[in-house]
């Protein structure tokens, strides 16, 4: 007993020894995590400070963090002057519809080239997933020649158009998750007379419910927040988006009313985040057809 007793102390002292560095690497990896966190979380908590604040504390130096009277009407009056109203059912307008335009076109393409067998199946997808490394700014000065000619400018159809022609790293995203799907769905649903149509709505639709969320996050998180193309093609104060007319106000009042502006600022990230929480493991799951080995 007295050694069998030994045998097992010593087998405990062995397992504590083993896992003390485990333990250790484990509180580091979880405190370098924190600090990193922290270090991502502070520009929202400043922003949320110089919301709070009146217009002499932000001017106040050295700056102080909490504000010596919170001022929370600044998320009335800061929305009030810049016309946040407005501003966001323009910018909601644009979104949706650049959205739906996203998801509807990039789930189709990347359904016919992932499950339609054409001649040049292969040469589109290279093609489609070769102009994903083009910087979209290489296409701005034609985009806006064409928009001239077909008179377009100054209104949203430049906006939303571009999206109902599908994006390549929407495609890409839709045609991997599309493979992972067996082919032997679209072989019975042939077999009972169904076409690619019936094949697409009424069976991947379904099944890409990841993809297609994921694509439909990124795209309005993308046009929510998209400030090059207003700028270019909206010169109507009327049809500025949150981005322009934010920025337009910024540089009005030539930075002297910062409470207001971050104010309105942190309305404007809520929609947003608000989706992302909402869909998230949608968006998680959707992400993980990137890894999905091409066929």
């Not at 001017?59 to 009407?73: H, M, T, Y």
């Not at 407005?86 to 499950?115: E, H, K, Q």
């Not at 102009?131 to 701005?140: E, T």
């Not at 942190?266 to 999905?292: H, K, S």
């Amino acid at each position: 007993m007295t050694a069998a007793a030994e045998s097992l102390a010593v087998g405990r002292s062995v397992a504590l020894t083993q896992r003390v560095p485990f333990m250790v690497s484990r509180l580091a990896w979880y405190a370098l995590c924190g600090l990193l966190a922290v270090s991502m979380l502070l520009p929202l908590v400043w922003m949320v400070s110089i919301a709070l604040k009146g217009n002499g504390d932000i001017n106040q130096l050295p700056p102080a963090f909490l504000p010596r009277e919170f001022r929370v009407s600044n998320f009335v009056d800061g929305p009030a002057q810049i016309g946040f109203y407005r501003l966001l059912l323009n910018t909601v307008i644009v979104t949706v519809l650049s959205t739906i335009g996203a998801v509807v076109s990039s789930m189709i393409v990347g359904y016919g080239i992932s499950r339609i067998d054409f001649p040049g199946r292969r040469l589109w997808f290279a093609l489609i997933s070769g102009s994903i490394f083009v910087p979209g700014i290489v296409g701005l000065i034609p985009l806006q020649h064409l928009y001239i000619n077909l008179g377009l400018i100054d209104t949203w159809v430049p906006l939303i158009l571009p999206a109902f022609f599908g994006s390549p790293i929407f495609v890409f995203l839709a045609r991997q998750y599309y493979q992972s799907i067996p082919r032997y769905l679209d072989e019975s649903a042939t077999i009972d007379g169904a076409g690619h149509w019936m094949i697409f709505t009424r069976i991947m639709v379904p099944l890409t419910k990841p993809v297609w969320i994921t694509v439909a996050i990124m795209s309005f998180q993308f046009a929510w927040n998209d400030y090059l193309s207003p700028l270019v093609y909206l010169q109507d104060a009327k049809k500025f988006t949150l981005p322009l007319g934010m920025a337009a106000f910024l540089s009005d009042q030539a930075g002297s009313q910062y409470n207001y502006y971050m104010a309105t600022n942190l309305l404007f990230v809520v929609p947003p985040l608000v989706l992302f929480f909402l869909a998230q493991r949608y968006f998680m799951e959707g992400l993980g057809a990137l890894g999905t080995i091409a066929k």
